[in-house]
């Protein structure tokens, strides 16, 4: 008997006779009652507010209004029956400012409930709010934003909002606030740049902003934030509404969206573009969220004997394949880029949501801007969601210009994630060379055992770390602790090197550059902010380490040979050359992508002893970059001789600069 059926055996909710005798989790149920129009939600005029919800099971529907978050109810209205299983009410007048809620009554219950697609919302989001989007627009609001001609031009800066200002050396006047990301001029300890300057002064070209949506009050209350609780927001209540906790004033709907349109706004003005972390994969509660109150058995995925599918061990899933919930996805992110000018969007646990969902996704940006990013977690996990169906690296070339985290370079580079002691290429340990080049390559299938997922390197995401699981730093003091502390940061060093010369789409972590630590907290989510926070003071203390990563960021942009477009152009211009055991070294040949350089020779040393190599017989070879390994090198006999962790970048002298 299939899941379907068996779930149909154990549980129904509501009155079939509601549906024509259509179970809610049958497939007939979205054919005949899929609504297209792009009017769900609340349709806003000084004249008056349009309703639409969506609740094919309800047998009566109201709109409850109030005038505040937390009062009685002001009146409740009917809801009319309208098409394709939607409601509808119209409310004459300047609604602006109106609280709201629905009430279904499905089977003998009566459910309430914020609008799913509501834009905005009163103090912890349990009712939605209708207002004038346009009266939020900051001064100069505009479409302008800085240019991206390929997503490999992409240098990706994770950053959680709070994390950023926090620190009581930030120099910020609104730590843990949007409008601390928009403050310029601020200095830390030796008067180093903080804030969006520090940002911008790195060089990268996108800041990824882990969620930034209203997430769960039982993460972070918005009447409490006297109290010192912090969270990643990992658990979505309203997708379409920014988090209240970030803005100067919770209580007041508009204020932040105005404010994060300002934080928008600031980073664009600074050269840098904005990626939204966004999770569609679950809700923050499957029993109390909005979607399961209103149209319950749709929005999650089940078992077969009636709980849910927990594939991200968060409880629950969205089902993504059904044609509503992937309507509501679609409809969210086009939403945070037309209201919010987003460029790009990273999706957590991807691998649970299905293909034809994200491809729905890539097509309506494209509408909009093909250069907005789409990048996920591919990883496979266990759900009841088909294999075939599943967005995760397998199915990596069912989905184009979708561009997956490439967990196989990261583990290759310092060890598996997951064992704390693991050592990697940077750190020593055996046989990694293999897995570092599938990363040099960007993933796709260069030749022999040199491939991975990606079809093009526009689809691979190289990083060492990230938000989630130990800091590098960290993990290199759990993995290498024989090791001296001067050794562990050549080691970190080039790991940032790796990712910054590699094909593909590089990805850095916030603090990444001054190797940050949490103090060995692998899962810090919820942990203290000052385990969490950007420590300015260890920033100041490692300088050198700052520029030595916005010097390699100088350097891939300086040279297209890191940036090929295409996996034929990686095919014919990059050759792996012969190293030692823990070394890697390969040539970008023939001005490849255009480069300045006729010829580009890397060499990646793990070796701490002196090593020498031969170099390939393409000219004269001189220092480009790293310098401070070569011991020599001796242009006539092509010999290259280098001592110590980190990595080389040669050329042949006939550049052109």
């Known amino acids: 008997m299939s899941v379907q059926k068996e779930l149909e055996v154990v549980t129904d909710y509501g009155d079939l006779a ?8 049958d497939p007939a149920f979205d054919e005949a009652f899929y609504y297209g129009g792009n009017d769900l939600g609340a349709t806003y005029s000084p004249e008056k507010t349009f309703f639409r919800l969506w ?9 409850v209004f109030y005038n505040n978050w937390n009062d009685g109810p002001v009146r409740e209205m009917p809801m009319t029956r309208d098409i394709q299983g939607t409601w509808v009410h119209e409310a004459t007048g300047d609604c602006k400012g109106i609280y709201y809620t629905y009430k279904v009554r499905v089977g003998l219950d009566w459910n309430e409930a914020a609008d799913p697609y509501a834009k905005a919302v009163g103090v912890n989001g349990d009712r939605a709010v ?12 505009n479409m302008e934003k800085p240019q991206l001609d390929s997503p490999v031009d992409a240098v990706i800066y994770e950053l959680h909002l709070r994390d950023l200002s926090t620190h009581p050396d930030s120099g910020i ?34 800041v990824q902003l882990l969620p930034i949506y209203d997430y769960s009050t039982q993460s972070v209350d918005e009447t409490k934030l006297h109290l010192p609780h912090y969270n990643w927001g990992y658990d979505p209540k309203n997708y379409n509404v920014p988090e209240g906790s970030y803005s100067t004033d919770p209580y007041t709907p508009a204020t932040r969206i105005t404010e994060l349109k300002r934080c928008v706004q600031a980073l664009h003005d600074r050269g840098l573009r904005v990626i939204m972390d966004v999770v569609y994969n679950h809700v923050y509660d499957g029993y109390l969220v909005n979607f399961t109150k209103l149209v319950p058995g749709y929005y999650l995925r089940y078992q077969a004997d009636g709980s849910f599918s927990n594939g991200s061990f968060c409880g629950n899933e969205c089902a993504t394949e059904r044609k509503m919930m992937r309507k509501f996805i679609v409809d969210s992110v086009v939403h945070w880029v037309q209201e919010y000018h987003m460029d790009g969007f990273r999706f957590d646990l991807m691998g649970l949501m299905d293909t034809e969902t994200m491809n729905e996704i890539r097509r309506r940006l494209d509408e909009i801007d093909p250069t907005i990013l789409m990048i996920g977690e591919g990883w496979n996990m266990e759900t009841v969601l088909p294999g075939e169906q599943r967005a995760h690296q397998g199915n990596a070339w069912k989905m184009p210009r979708i561009a997956h985290f490439n967990d196989g370079l990261r583990d290759s580079v310092k060890g598996s994630t997951f064992i704390h002691g693991s050592q990697g290429f940077i750190s020593g340990g055996a046989g990694m060379e293999e897995g570092v080049k599938r990363g040099v390559v960007g993933g796709i299938d260069y030749g022999g055992s040199i491939r991975q997922f990606a079809q093009e390197p526009v689809q691979n995401v190289n990083y060492v770390e990230c938000h989630d699981n130990h800091t590098l730093w960290d993990k290199l003091q759990l993995s290498s602790s024989q090791k001296t502390e001067e050794q562990r940061r050549w080691m970190h060093r080039l790991a940032s090197a790796i990712v910054l010369t590699s094909q593909g789409i590089p990805f850095l972590h916030a603090g990444q550059e001054f190797m940050r630590t949490k103090n060995g907290d692998e899962n810090s989510y919820k942990s203290p902010v000052q385990v969490n926070w950007l420590d300015w003071e260890r920033c100041a203390e490692h300088q050198n380490d700052v520029l030595y990563v916005a010097s390699l960021i100088h350097l891939r942009k300086s040279h297209p040979a890191f940036r090929l477009r295409t996996a034929q152009e990686i095919r014919e211009h990059l050759f792996f050359e012969d190293a030692p055991e823990h070394a890697v070294a390969y040539t970008l040949r023939n001005h490849a992508g255009g480069d300045p350089a006729r010829h580009l020779y890397v060499l990646y040393n793990a070796n701490a002893e002196s090593r020498s190599l031969k170099l390939p017989d393409l000219g004269a070879w001189e220092v480009c970059y790293g310098s401070e390994w070569v011991e020599a090198l001796d242009a006539g006999k092509g010999i290259l001789r280098v001592n110590g962790i980190g990595m080389v970048v040669l050329r042949t002298s006939n550049y052109i600069s």
Do not use: Q
Not at 19 to 25: E, K, Q
Not at 173 to 179: A, D, E, R
Not at 188 to 199: K, L, V
């Open 130 to 141: 209708v207002l004038d989007l346009r009266s939020t627009d900051p001064k100069g609001w």
């Open 55 to 63: 609740a094919p099971t309800a047998s009566e529907a109201k709109i």
């Open 173 to 206: 006047l609104y730590p843990g606030k949007y409008l601390g990301l928009v403050e310029k001029d601020t200095r830390g300890p030796n008067d180093i740049p903080t804030g969006i300057d520090y940002i911008a002064g790195l060089g990268v070209t996108h």
């Open 18 to 25: 509601v549906t024509n005798g259509i179970s809610v989790f």
